[in-house]
Protein backbone atom coordinates (compact mmCIF):
# COMPACT_ATOMS: atom_id res chain seq x y z
CA UNK A 1 0.00 0.00 0.00
CA UNK A 2 1.46 3.37 -0.69
CA UNK A 3 1.49 5.47 1.95
CA UNK A 4 3.32 8.91 0.96
CA UNK A 5 2.44 10.68 -2.01
CA UNK A 6 3.97 10.06 -5.19
CA UNK A 7 4.82 12.26 -8.12
CA UNK A 8 3.98 11.41 -11.71
CA UNK A 9 7.26 10.53 -13.44
CA UNK A 10 6.72 11.62 -17.35
CA UNK A 11 3.23 12.05 -18.04
CA UNK A 12 2.34 15.83 -18.75
CA UNK A 13 -1.08 16.55 -16.20
CA UNK A 14 -4.23 17.16 -19.22
CA UNK A 15 -4.63 20.72 -17.70
CA UNK A 16 -1.69 21.57 -17.70
CA UNK A 17 0.21 21.07 -14.09
CA UNK A 18 3.76 20.94 -14.11
CA UNK A 19 5.12 17.01 -14.42
CA UNK A 20 6.57 17.80 -10.92
CA UNK A 21 3.38 18.20 -8.82
CA UNK A 22 3.18 15.54 -6.35
CA UNK A 23 -0.17 13.36 -6.97
CA UNK A 24 -1.74 11.40 -4.63
CA UNK A 25 -2.02 7.63 -4.64
CA UNK A 26 -5.93 5.93 -4.14
CA UNK A 27 -5.31 5.48 -0.67
CA UNK A 28 -3.05 8.53 -0.06
CA UNK A 29 -6.20 10.35 -1.48
CA UNK A 30 -8.59 8.94 1.04
CA UNK A 31 -7.29 9.27 4.21
CA UNK A 32 -5.99 12.51 3.22
CA UNK A 33 -9.91 13.16 2.63
CA UNK A 34 -10.84 10.75 5.78
CA UNK A 35 -13.11 8.02 4.10
CA UNK A 36 -12.44 4.38 3.16
CA UNK A 37 -10.54 4.27 -0.60
CA UNK A 38 -13.52 2.14 -1.63
CA UNK A 39 -16.04 5.19 -1.48
CA UNK A 40 -13.05 6.90 -3.69
CA UNK A 41 -13.54 3.94 -6.37
CA UNK A 42 -17.35 4.28 -6.11
CA UNK A 43 -17.61 8.29 -6.76
CA UNK A 44 -15.18 7.56 -9.94
CA UNK A 45 -17.38 4.72 -10.99
CA UNK A 46 -21.05 6.21 -10.60
CA UNK A 47 -20.24 9.48 -10.97
CA UNK A 48 -17.43 10.08 -12.66
CA UNK A 49 -15.51 12.26 -10.25
CA UNK A 50 -12.05 10.52 -9.90
CA UNK A 51 -8.77 10.73 -11.10
CA UNK A 52 -8.49 12.98 -14.70
CA UNK A 53 -5.49 11.65 -15.67
CA UNK A 54 -6.08 8.06 -15.25
CA UNK A 55 -5.62 5.41 -18.15
CA UNK A 56 -6.15 1.88 -18.19
CA UNK A 57 -3.79 -0.65 -16.68
CA UNK A 58 -2.52 2.37 -14.81
CA UNK A 59 -2.90 3.23 -11.50
CA UNK A 60 -4.71 6.11 -10.47
CA UNK A 61 -2.96 9.17 -9.30
CA UNK A 62 -5.03 12.12 -7.86
CA UNK A 63 -3.49 15.71 -8.72
CA UNK A 64 -3.98 18.43 -6.46
CA UNK A 65 -7.45 19.85 -8.42
CA UNK A 66 -8.55 16.26 -8.02
CA UNK A 67 -8.56 16.70 -4.70
CA UNK A 68 -9.73 20.17 -4.56
CA UNK A 69 -12.95 18.46 -6.48
CA UNK A 70 -13.31 15.71 -4.12
CA UNK A 71 -13.05 18.20 -1.42
CA UNK A 72 -15.81 20.06 -3.08
CA UNK A 73 -18.21 16.74 -3.27
CA UNK A 74 -17.61 16.06 0.86
CA UNK A 75 -18.95 19.48 1.93
CA UNK A 76 -21.81 19.43 -0.38
CA UNK A 77 -22.74 16.02 1.00
CA UNK A 78 -22.32 17.46 4.25
CA UNK A 79 -24.26 19.97 3.44
CA UNK A 80 -27.36 17.93 2.53
CA UNK A 81 -26.78 17.38 -1.21
CA UNK A 82 -27.48 14.02 -2.95
CA UNK A 83 -24.32 12.07 -4.27
CA UNK A 84 -24.74 12.57 -7.94
CA UNK A 85 -25.95 16.50 -7.47
CA UNK A 86 -22.73 17.08 -5.14
CA UNK A 87 -20.39 15.22 -7.83
CA UNK A 88 -21.74 17.23 -10.47
CA UNK A 89 -21.40 20.26 -8.61
CA UNK A 90 -17.46 19.64 -7.94
CA UNK A 91 -17.35 18.62 -11.63
CA UNK A 92 -18.64 22.15 -12.93
CA UNK A 93 -16.59 24.48 -10.09
CA UNK A 94 -14.31 26.36 -11.51
CA UNK A 95 -11.17 25.59 -9.21
CA UNK A 96 -9.36 28.73 -7.44
CA UNK A 97 -5.59 29.31 -8.40
CA UNK A 98 -3.10 28.91 -6.37
CA UNK A 99 -2.70 32.56 -5.91
CA UNK A 100 -5.99 33.17 -4.97
CA UNK A 101 -7.57 32.67 -1.08
CA UNK A 102 -11.07 32.15 -2.14
CA UNK A 103 -13.25 29.96 -0.11
CA UNK A 104 -15.09 27.35 -2.25
CA UNK A 105 -18.71 27.83 -2.54
CA UNK A 106 -20.94 25.13 -1.54
CA UNK A 107 -24.59 24.43 -3.51
CA UNK A 108 -27.22 24.84 -1.38
CA UNK A 109 -28.91 21.95 0.68
CA UNK A 110 -31.35 20.01 -0.83
CA UNK A 111 -33.80 16.71 0.27
CA UNK A 112 -32.59 13.69 -2.52
CA UNK A 113 -34.66 10.57 -2.80
CA UNK A 114 -32.11 7.97 -1.14
CA UNK A 115 -31.26 5.34 -3.26
CA UNK A 116 -32.36 2.04 -1.33
CA UNK A 117 -29.44 -0.08 -0.01
CA UNK A 118 -26.65 3.13 -0.82
CA UNK A 119 -26.08 6.30 1.21
CA UNK A 120 -24.44 9.28 -0.05
CA UNK A 121 -21.13 7.33 0.11
CA UNK A 122 -22.11 4.83 -2.58
CA UNK A 123 -22.29 2.49 0.34
CA UNK A 124 -25.22 -0.15 1.38
CA UNK A 125 -26.65 1.23 4.49
CA UNK A 126 -30.36 2.38 4.08
CA UNK A 127 -32.98 -0.94 4.67
CA UNK A 128 -36.33 -0.60 5.41
CA UNK A 129 -37.39 -1.80 8.71
CA UNK A 130 -39.89 -4.47 8.65
CA UNK A 131 -42.38 -3.12 6.44
CA UNK A 132 -43.05 -0.17 9.15
CA UNK A 133 -42.22 2.41 6.64
CA UNK A 134 -39.30 3.83 8.69
CA UNK A 135 -35.97 3.74 7.49
CA UNK A 136 -33.04 2.77 9.17
CA UNK A 137 -30.03 4.72 8.43
CA UNK A 138 -26.98 4.71 8.74
CA UNK A 139 -23.82 7.67 8.39
CA UNK A 140 -20.50 6.29 7.38
CA UNK A 141 -17.55 8.25 7.01
CA UNK A 142 -13.76 6.91 6.99
CA UNK A 143 -14.85 3.08 7.84
CA UNK A 144 -17.20 4.79 11.17
CA UNK A 145 -20.57 4.03 11.13
CA UNK A 146 -23.44 6.07 12.88
CA UNK A 147 -26.68 4.74 13.33
CA UNK A 148 -29.42 7.49 12.99
CA UNK A 149 -32.65 6.01 12.13
CA UNK A 150 -35.37 8.28 10.75
CA UNK A 151 -32.98 11.22 10.94
CA UNK A 152 -33.80 14.07 8.04
CA UNK A 153 -30.64 15.78 6.07
CA UNK A 154 -29.83 18.01 8.52
CA UNK A 155 -29.04 15.64 11.21
CA UNK A 156 -27.28 12.88 8.54
CA UNK A 157 -24.82 16.09 7.35
CA UNK A 158 -24.11 16.81 11.13
CA UNK A 159 -23.15 13.49 11.98
CA UNK A 160 -20.90 13.23 8.53
CA UNK A 161 -19.21 16.30 10.02
CA UNK A 162 -18.89 14.77 13.26
CA UNK A 163 -17.13 11.85 12.13
CA UNK A 164 -14.84 13.60 9.76
CA UNK A 165 -13.89 15.91 12.79
CA UNK A 166 -15.20 18.84 10.28
CA UNK A 167 -15.70 21.56 13.21
CA UNK A 168 -16.46 23.72 10.67
CA UNK A 169 -18.52 22.09 8.59
CA UNK A 170 -20.70 20.75 11.93
CA UNK A 171 -21.17 24.43 13.19
CA UNK A 172 -22.49 25.58 9.22
CA UNK A 173 -25.23 22.46 9.72
CA UNK A 174 -26.45 23.79 13.15
CA UNK A 175 -26.48 27.55 12.67
CA UNK A 176 -28.07 26.86 9.10
CA UNK A 177 -30.97 24.64 10.90
CA UNK A 178 -31.30 27.39 13.59
CA UNK A 179 -32.02 30.10 11.19
CA UNK A 180 -34.57 28.00 9.03
CA UNK A 181 -36.01 26.29 11.88
CA UNK A 182 -35.76 27.17 15.18
CA UNK A 183 -33.28 26.32 18.18
CA UNK A 184 -35.95 23.80 19.97
CA UNK A 185 -36.18 22.14 16.78
CA UNK A 186 -32.24 22.00 16.10
CA UNK A 187 -31.83 21.02 19.40
CA UNK A 188 -34.36 18.17 19.36
CA UNK A 189 -34.45 17.09 15.37
CA UNK A 190 -30.59 17.73 14.61
CA UNK A 191 -28.71 17.92 17.55
CA UNK A 192 -29.69 15.12 20.19
CA UNK A 193 -29.75 12.19 17.56
CA UNK A 194 -26.60 12.58 16.38
CA UNK A 195 -25.21 13.39 20.03
CA UNK A 196 -27.39 10.10 21.24
CA UNK A 197 -25.35 7.74 18.39
CA UNK A 198 -22.27 9.30 19.13
CA UNK A 199 -22.71 8.35 22.57
CA UNK A 200 -24.12 4.39 21.75
CA UNK A 201 -21.36 4.52 19.55
CA UNK A 202 -19.24 4.73 22.33
CA UNK A 203 -20.72 3.07 24.62
CA UNK A 204 -20.44 0.16 22.46
CA UNK A 205 -17.47 0.03 21.43
CA UNK A 206 -14.69 2.56 23.63
CA UNK A 207 -14.13 4.59 20.41
CA UNK A 208 -14.59 7.89 19.54
CA UNK A 209 -14.72 9.90 22.42
CA UNK A 210 -13.00 12.96 20.42
CA UNK A 211 -16.20 13.15 18.11
CA UNK A 212 -18.29 13.65 21.38
CA UNK A 213 -16.21 16.07 22.73
CA UNK A 214 -15.87 18.03 19.36
CA UNK A 215 -19.32 17.71 18.52
CA UNK A 216 -20.58 19.30 22.10
CA UNK A 217 -17.84 22.24 21.16
CA UNK A 218 -19.97 22.85 17.86
CA UNK A 219 -23.12 22.52 19.52
CA UNK A 220 -22.26 25.23 22.60
CA UNK A 221 -20.86 27.32 19.78
CA UNK A 222 -24.02 27.48 17.15
CA UNK A 223 -26.49 27.83 20.19
CA UNK A 224 -24.04 30.51 21.91
CA UNK A 225 -24.08 32.50 18.74
CA UNK A 226 -27.89 32.60 18.77
CA UNK A 227 -27.71 33.65 22.18
CA UNK A 228 -28.06 37.68 21.85
CA UNK A 229 -29.12 40.28 23.88
CA UNK A 230 -33.33 40.41 24.06
CA UNK A 231 -35.24 43.79 23.42
CA UNK A 232 -35.93 43.90 27.75
CA UNK A 233 -32.12 43.32 28.56
CA UNK A 234 -33.27 45.56 32.00
CA UNK A 235 -35.33 43.01 33.33
CA UNK A 236 -34.83 40.84 36.24
CA UNK A 237 -32.67 37.62 34.44
CA UNK A 238 -32.45 33.98 34.54
CA UNK A 239 -29.49 32.67 35.86
CA UNK A 240 -28.28 29.02 34.64
CA UNK A 241 -25.25 27.15 36.55
CA UNK A 242 -24.04 23.87 36.73
CA UNK A 243 -23.87 22.58 39.93
CA UNK A 244 -20.37 22.26 42.20
CA UNK A 245 -18.71 19.57 40.73
CA UNK A 246 -20.57 19.26 37.74
CA UNK A 247 -19.03 19.34 34.04
CA UNK A 248 -21.53 18.27 31.59
CA UNK A 249 -23.75 21.58 31.16
CA UNK A 250 -24.46 21.54 27.00
CA UNK A 251 -28.29 21.58 27.67
CA UNK A 252 -28.03 24.87 29.22
CA UNK A 253 -26.33 26.46 26.13
CA UNK A 254 -29.58 25.06 24.57
CA UNK A 255 -31.85 26.43 27.25
CA UNK A 256 -30.19 29.55 27.24
CA UNK A 257 -30.96 29.85 23.61
CA UNK A 258 -34.43 29.30 23.57
CA UNK A 259 -35.34 31.30 26.09
CA UNK A 260 -33.54 34.34 24.21
CA UNK A 261 -35.38 33.54 21.44
CA UNK A 262 -38.34 34.52 23.42
CA UNK A 263 -37.04 37.46 24.61
CA UNK A 264 -35.65 36.15 28.50
CA UNK A 265 -32.35 37.82 29.39
CA UNK A 266 -30.50 35.08 30.54
CA UNK A 267 -27.09 35.22 32.06
CA UNK A 268 -25.10 31.51 31.44
CA UNK A 269 -22.79 31.22 34.89
CA UNK A 270 -21.16 28.12 33.05
CA UNK A 271 -20.13 24.66 34.97
CA UNK A 272 -19.06 23.68 38.01
CA UNK A 273 -19.88 26.78 39.80
CA UNK A 274 -19.18 27.19 43.27
CA UNK A 275 -21.61 27.76 46.05
CA UNK A 276 -20.19 31.31 47.32
CA UNK A 277 -20.18 32.37 43.41
CA UNK A 278 -23.72 31.06 43.14
CA UNK A 279 -24.74 33.04 46.19
CA UNK A 280 -22.85 36.21 45.10
CA UNK A 281 -24.33 36.24 41.89
CA UNK A 282 -27.96 35.85 43.10
CA UNK A 283 -27.89 38.97 45.70
CA UNK A 284 -25.93 41.31 43.11
CA UNK A 285 -28.90 40.15 40.12
CA UNK A 286 -31.50 39.42 41.93
CA UNK A 287 -32.76 37.35 39.08
CA UNK A 288 -36.59 35.95 38.45
CA UNK A 289 -35.12 32.46 38.10
CA UNK A 290 -32.00 30.37 39.25
CA UNK A 291 -31.54 26.92 37.09
CA UNK A 292 -29.37 24.43 38.14
CA UNK A 293 -28.67 21.43 36.20
CA UNK A 294 -26.73 18.08 37.29
CA UNK A 295 -26.01 15.60 35.06
CA UNK A 296 -25.21 13.07 37.68
CA UNK A 297 -26.22 11.97 40.74
CA UNK A 298 -23.33 12.83 42.74
CA UNK A 299 -23.37 16.64 41.82
CA UNK A 300 -27.16 16.85 42.79
CA UNK A 301 -27.21 18.38 46.40
CA UNK A 302 -30.41 19.68 47.62
CA UNK A 303 -28.31 21.31 50.37
CA UNK A 304 -27.12 23.62 47.85
CA UNK A 305 -30.62 24.37 46.93
CA UNK A 306 -31.55 25.22 50.13
CA UNK A 307 -29.10 27.23 51.09
CA UNK A 308 -29.83 30.01 48.34
CA UNK A 309 -30.25 33.68 49.75
CA UNK A 310 -34.17 34.99 49.95
CA UNK A 311 -34.29 37.95 47.60
CA UNK A 312 -36.72 40.59 46.87
CA UNK A 313 -38.74 39.84 44.59
CA UNK A 314 -38.59 36.18 45.28
CA UNK A 315 -36.39 33.97 42.27
CA UNK A 316 -37.57 31.01 41.32
CA UNK A 317 -35.31 28.25 41.55
CA UNK A 318 -35.56 25.17 39.36
CA UNK A 319 -33.15 22.15 38.70
CA UNK A 320 -32.36 20.18 35.17
CA UNK A 321 -30.89 17.09 34.65
CA UNK A 322 -31.01 12.81 35.43
CA UNK A 323 -28.96 14.01 38.17
CA UNK A 324 -32.09 15.49 40.20
CA UNK A 325 -34.23 12.37 39.15
CA UNK A 326 -34.58 10.90 42.91
CA UNK A 327 -33.76 13.48 45.09
CA UNK A 328 -35.96 14.56 47.45
CA UNK A 329 -36.19 18.59 46.72
CA UNK A 330 -37.16 21.37 48.75
CA UNK A 331 -40.86 23.02 48.47
CA UNK A 332 -41.30 25.19 45.72
CA UNK A 333 -38.20 24.41 43.96
CA UNK A 334 -39.36 22.65 40.48
CA UNK A 335 -37.65 19.87 38.41
CA UNK A 336 -37.50 20.69 34.95
CA UNK A 337 -38.57 17.58 32.11
CA UNK A 338 -38.41 18.41 28.35
CA UNK A 339 -36.88 21.57 26.10
CA UNK A 340 -39.74 22.68 25.56
CA UNK A 341 -41.20 22.37 28.80
CA UNK A 342 -38.34 24.12 30.69
CA UNK A 343 -38.54 26.99 28.29
CA UNK A 344 -42.66 27.29 28.93
CA UNK A 345 -42.31 27.45 32.78
CA UNK A 346 -39.15 29.57 32.97
CA UNK A 347 -40.67 32.11 30.06
CA UNK A 348 -44.02 32.22 32.55
CA UNK A 349 -41.79 32.74 36.26
CA UNK A 350 -39.45 35.45 34.13
CA UNK A 351 -42.60 37.32 32.97
CA UNK A 352 -44.14 37.75 36.74
Known amino acids: MQSEPVAEPSDPHPTGTPESTVQLSVAAAARRLGIAPATLRTWDRRYGIGPSDHAPGR ?61 ELGDP ?118 MPGEQHTLPMAVLAATLTERGVLCRSLGSDLPVDALVAAIRRTAPAAVVLWSQLRSTADAEVVRSLPRTRPAARTFVGGPGWAEVELPPRVVRLGSLAEATRVICDAAAV
Open 59 to 119: HRRYSPDDVARLELMQHALVRGAGPAEAAAYALAARLPRPDTDRPFPVPPASEPEPEQGTD
Open 125 to 242: VLADTGGTGEVAARVRVGGQVLRLPGVGKRARGLGRAALALDAAAARAVLTESIAATGVEATWNDVAVPVLTAVGERWAATGAGVEIEHLLSECVVGAFGAATGRPSNAGARPVLLAG
